[in-house]
């Protein structure tokens, strides 16, 4: 039940853009991202709810599509600091466990 | 406003013996979940507790089991030490079990090296 995010790595030039997937076997509940440096912990960014609703940072977008069981993260205009391991984590219900992400590490370079 | 704290930092056990890892939740949530990070992999559910009961449970043994006190802080207890225990353990708190869809907040996470 674990999802799969693609690509598992990326690397960027600053002010490129980058999307990072995840995409789950089953039905989605909700969907968080949360970026998380080495040696660090991990550190929410958004939440992606069923019916549309979103919480998250200003400076971070991403989608939801229930019928693919899918998110997609969109990182615009990369800076350094957005460095790190992107793990989406996922519920199948309100009452379910939350599984994290296969995880995607992105490095962006000057 | 403090966020999730967890003690201790790091930990040196050796194989057979027990560890407790301690968390304290952000002010104002009431639930806490713990979760193992083997080195290179993501973080995999352990458990969580919510009015002091455990309401859900990953795929871990009997030997890790944990507890909630009146004031949400968590202990996270594993006997019998394996070598294969040996990674960081976050604790994550929220408010809410997951059902109001609210995030999860992390600490630090303790550093356990079995020996």
């Known amino acids: 039940q674990q999802p799969v995010q693609s690509p598992q790595a990326v690397i960027l030039r600053e002010g490129e853009d980058a999307v990072i997937n995840c995409s789950s076997s089953k039905a989605l509940y909700s969907v968080h991202w949360y970026r998380q440096k080495h040696g660090e912990a991990p550190v929410f960014l958004m939440i992606?709810?069923?019916?549309?609703e979103q919480k998250g940072h200003d400076k971070i977008s991403a989608s939801f599509n229930e019928k693919k069981q899918q998110s997609s993260l969109y990182l615009t205009a990369s800076q350094l600091s957005y460095s790190g391991t992107y793990f989406c984590?996922?519920?199948?219900?309100?009452?379910?466990?939350?599984?994290f992400g296969t995880g995607t590490s992105l490095t962006v370079i000057p | 406003d403090a966020g999730v704290t967890q003690s201790p930092t790091h930990l040196i056990k050796t194989r057979g013996q027990q560890v407790t890892l301690r968390c304290s939740p952000k002010s104002g949530h009431d639930t806490v979940s713990w979760y193992q990070q083997a080195l290179g992999q993501g973080p995999q559910f352990i458990f969580q507790y919510y009015e002091e009961e455990e309401r859900q449970r990953g795929n871990f043994p009997d030997r890790f089991s944990g507890h909630q006190f009146p004031n949400y802080s968590s202990e996270l207890n594993v006997n019998a030490l394996l070598l294969g225990d040996s990674a960081l353990y976050l604790c994550?708190?929220?408010w809410g079990t997951g059902a109001l869809g609210q995030p999860q907040h992390f600490g630090d996470g303790t550093r356990l090296s079995i020996l």
């Open positions: 992606l709810l069923k019916g549309g």
């Open positions: 994550a708190s929220s």
């Open positions: 984590g996922t519920r199948a219900s309100a009452r379910n466990q939350f599984y």
